[in-house]
C-alpha cells in the first residue's frame, strides 16, 4: 500500500501538522487505526504532563553503555537497557 503525505488539523492547538507517508507507515505496521489527533508538539507536551508525577531512575544501559533514565528502581540481577536497545532487542523477541 503506498502512502503519500497528509496534513492533519492538531485537536489541542487547531495548527495543521504534517503525517508524513513513512509516520503513516509506521503506523500500520503497528496496527494503529487512528490517525494522530495532536500535532507533535501537542503529543510531547501531553506526553510529558503523563510523567509528570513519575519518578526516573538513572541507568546505564548494558548493552550500549549509555546513561538512560527509566521508570522503574533497577534490580541488580537483571540487565537495564535505554530505548532504544530496549526496542531493538523487542523487536527481535
Do not use: W
Request: one cysteine or more.
Amino acid at each position: 500500500m503506498a502512502f503519500t503525505d497528509k496534513t492533519l488539523v492538531c485537536k489541542e492547538c487547531g495548527e495543521e501538522f504534517l503525517f508524513s507517508a513513512s509516520e503513516q507507515e509506521f503506523y500500520a505496521e503497528k496496527g494503529f487505526m487512528n490517525e494522530p489527533a495532536r500535532c507533535p508538539h501537542c503529543r510531547a507536551i501531553r506526553k510529558q504532563q503523563r510523567n509528570a508525577g513519575r519518578e526516573m531512575f538513572s541507568v546505564v544501559c548494558a548493552e550500549c553503555g549509555q546513561e538512560a533514565q527509566v521508570p522503574f528502581k533497577p534490580v541488580n540481577d537483571r540487565p537495564v537497557y535505554c530505548r532504544d536497545c530496549f526496542n531493538r532487542h523487542q523487536a527481535q523477541a
